[in-house]
Each structure stands twice: as C-alpha cells, then as structure tokens.
C-alpha cells in the first residue's frame, strides 16, 4: 500500500523512502500474517504523516490522515 511520491521536499522525500524501506521489510517479515501487514501499513503511514506535519504539509498530511482511517485507525 506504500508508495514513493515526489513532492519536491527533499527532507519529507527522504524521510519517505526510508519510511518505506522499512515497511517492505516488515510487510515481507510477515507473511501470511494479516494483523502484521496491516500495523506495518499503519507504521508507514503514521511516518508519512509525522514528515508531512514536520515539513509543513498540510494537504499531504490530510492525505495520510484519510489512509489511516482507512487502516482502521482514528486517523493518528
């Protein structure tokens, strides 16, 4: 569910490719695991959206709020 999107801020692009490096891994850890594969997707998406915050994003950051809730989550 993760993607790489550029955005033209290097530092949340940056912070987004490793956001995402590690959420394969986790993805792949985990197998036919659901519940793993879902907190991994949760995991990613809350780094998105701490970057997006800390990089001045607001669109990108309601973007990822939207996923989150999705996911299950409050949004958080």
């Keep these: ?3 790489l999107t ?6 949340h692009d940056s912070n987004v ?3 995402e490096g590690i ?10 695991n659901q519940s793993a594969v ?3 997707e949760q995991t990613y998406w809350r780094s998105r959206k701490s970057s997006t915050l800390a990089n001045n994003m607001a669109a990108e ?3 990822a709020t939207v996923v989150l809730r999705m ?4 949004g958080t």
């Design 61 to 63: 950051a309601a973007n």
């Design 38 to 40: 879902v907190t991994a």
């Design 23 to 32: 959420r394969q891994v986790a993805v792949a850890a985990a197998g036919a």
């Design 17 to 19: 490719v490793v956001a």
């Design 71 to 74: 996911l299950g989550t409050s």
């Design 6 to 11: 550029k955005t033209g801020n290097f530092v």
């Design 1 to 3: 569910m993760g993607g």
